[in-house]
């Protein structure tokens, strides 16, 4: 595969697991039945889009901890111009199909994938690594987007939308045996955060199938941010105002904001709840033999 963009400042770990998981996707470009999915469909041609492989911040390898982050899929149902513009773009370079998280970072523009360009992501990630590194504040990265790891559960889209429940049962079965079982392996993060109580299960089970007894993570349920009008809804405290403003909030020049005009709007000021329930995720060995720790959904 030729890649056409600089690597010249990764390290030797972060080209080596960028190469594996490049080509677990060339040799299984698709699951059965994705024909189903919506990116392979247009009303000129049938697209067949392929799989693709996770974002990996350039600093992944270098820090602790490792954090890799799973949203649902990423849902190209024909909804919005910028679909009709990526669709169009990935069709036309499998390569770039196949490693298209990787190649929007590295051109300057958000990573599409929506609850990470509006900023859920990366905030929820930092608030969770903040409770990681306990007391040592100080250790947080400059910015979250050189340490993360991102990528969707699913790697295809559906007809209607991104909620877990229009995703046939065999897609994330699929998924996670040609994929996410890999990018977990290749990734080794110490911390998996899963959107959404779908991504949680079969996170969990991805997990629990997994045979090397050398490795754990802990594992947390966020809600997939798209759910919450509840938690929009009911005005903070004085307390969580204050907590809001003094241990959340200097978190977010931590983030790299998309550019103005950007396919997905910031939108983290208007949902503070969503993030102050991070804070307090609660913790539970689920599978007490492979010692890893996972969080009830908020």
Request: proline share 7%; glycine share 4%; charged share 20%.
């Amino acid at each position: 595969m030729v890649i056409s963009y600089r690597l010249g400042d990764r390290s030797a770990a972060w080209l080596s697991a960028h190469r594996r998981l490049l080509q677990n996707v060339q040799r299984h470009p698709f699951i059965p039945h994705a024909n189903r999915s919506s990116s392979n469909h247009t009303p000129d041609a049938n697209l067949k889009l392929p799989a693709y492989i996770p974002y990996i911040g350039p600093h992944y390898f270098s820090y602790r901890p490792r954090v890799l982050c799973y949203g649902i899929n990423q849902n190209l149902s024909q909804h919005a111009p910028w679909t009709t513009h990526w669709v169009a773009s990935w069709s036309a370079d499998p390569d770039l199909a196949i490693d298209r998280l990787n190649r929007a970072a590295s051109q300057g523009g958000p990573l599409p994938i929506k609850p990470y360009a509006e900023g859920f992501i990366p905030l929820a990630a930092l608030i969770i690594m903040k409770g990681w590194l306990r007391n040592e504040e100080h250790k947080l990265p400059e910015l979250a987007d050189e340490v993360l790891a991102v990528t969707n559960f699913v790697k295809f889209s559906t007809f209607k939308d991104a909620s877990s429940s229009s995703i046939p049962s065999c897609w994330w079965r699929e998924c996670g045996v040609r994929y996410v079982e890999l990018e977990i392996g290749v990734l080794r993060p110490d911390i998996i955060i899963a959107f959404g109580q779908k991504t949680f299960a079969e996170l969990q089970r991805v997990l629990g199938q997994m045979t090397d007894s050398h490795f754990t993570a802990e594992l947390f349920n966020c809600r997939f941010p798209a759910r919450m009008a509840s938690i929009k809804s009911r005005s903070l405290s004085s307390k969580e105002s204050a907590m809001w403003a003094n241990e959340i909030l200097p978190l977010v020049q931590r983030i790299g904001r998309p550019k103005h005009g950007s396919f997905h709007k910031w939108k983290i000021n208007q949902y503070p709840r969503y993030f102050l329930d991070l804070a307090f995720l609660p913790r539970r060995y689920a599978n007490p033999e492979r010692k890893a720790t996972c969080s009830q959904e908020s």
